[in-house]
């Protein structure tokens, strides 16, 4: 057994994000959704050639050429981070100073930020992700389709929201956007993000 397709436990309790996320969402999101991703993933790494490596280059280097592990791999990767950009009373436009410096820089500001973060999210078209990454040492905001990830287009990400209904149809019905602004404006844990953008700018 790999230790790369391990459910990690959530970093906090199943109700400590209501009422933005309630706990049976996360019971259903985390218990099944990322469970079925680390199970199959375990299943499909045997036998691919790629069991010695981290799971990002398990990431990488399933894109494109095995699809099957690829998606499990990618959404495994995705959901580890995903429990982690979230906290209870999270939020808030107050951002560590150099990612703020960066957000200013690159994004055009805190504000525009938001706007832009919401809208990939919003109109990432079916299930997928919205982004913002670090590539060629700027930050960038992007949206991509089911397990994929800016990893597997030369991009760090350091922040991301799941956009799979899974992820919000129990607390918002099909109500996409006002899940984003409820994740954005109450959820995310800036400090991890913080935490990976030093990074992935290192």
């Known amino acids: 057994m790999s230790t790369k397709f391990t459910l990690p436990?959530?970093?906090?309790?199943?109700d400590a994000?209501?009422?933005?996320?309630?706990a049976e969402t996360l019971e259903f999101h985390h218990d099944k959704h990322h469970q079925a991703y680390v199970t199959n993933g375990e299943k499909l790494l045997?036998?691919?050639?790629?069991?010695i490596l981290p799971l990002e280059d398990i990431v990488k280097e399933?894109?494109?050429?095995?699809?099957?592990?690829?998606?499990?791999?990618?959404?495994?990767y995705n959901h580890v981070h995903f429990w982690?950009?979230?906290k209870p009373n999270g939020g808030g436009n107050k951002l560590p100073g150099k990612l703020q410096a960066a957000v200013d820089s690159d994004l055009g500001g805190f504000d525009k930020l938001r706007a832009d973060f919401i809208q990939a999210g919003?109109?990432?078209?079916g299930s997928g992700w919205a982004w913002i990454a670090v590539k060629n040492g700027k930050l960038e905001i992007s949206?991509?389709?089911?397990?994929?990830?800016?990893?597997v287009y030369g991009g760090k990400p350091i922040l991301g929201v799941d956009v799979w209904e899974h992820s919000y149809y129990i607390d918002y019905?099909?109500?996409?956007?006002?899940?984003?602004?409820?994740?954005?404006?109450?959820l995310v844990n800036w400090e991890h993000v913080e935490l990976l953008f030093e990074e992935a700018a290192a």
Do not use: C, I, V
């Open 122 to 125: 919003t109109t990432q078209f």
């Open 84 to 86: 982690n950009w979230m």
């Open 143 to 151: 949206k991509t389709a089911n397990g994929e990830s800016p990893l």
């Open 173 to 186: 019905r099909n109500a996409r956007p006002k899940y984003l602004e409820a994740w954005f404006d109450n």
């Open 17 to 22: 994000l209501g009422p933005y996320m309630s």
């Open 46 to 51: 045997e036998g691919s050639g790629l069991e």
């Open 62 to 76: 399933s894109f494109g050429k095995n699809a099957s592990l690829f998606n499990n791999a990618g959404q495994h």
């Open 9 to 14: 436990p959530l970093p906090f309790a199943y």
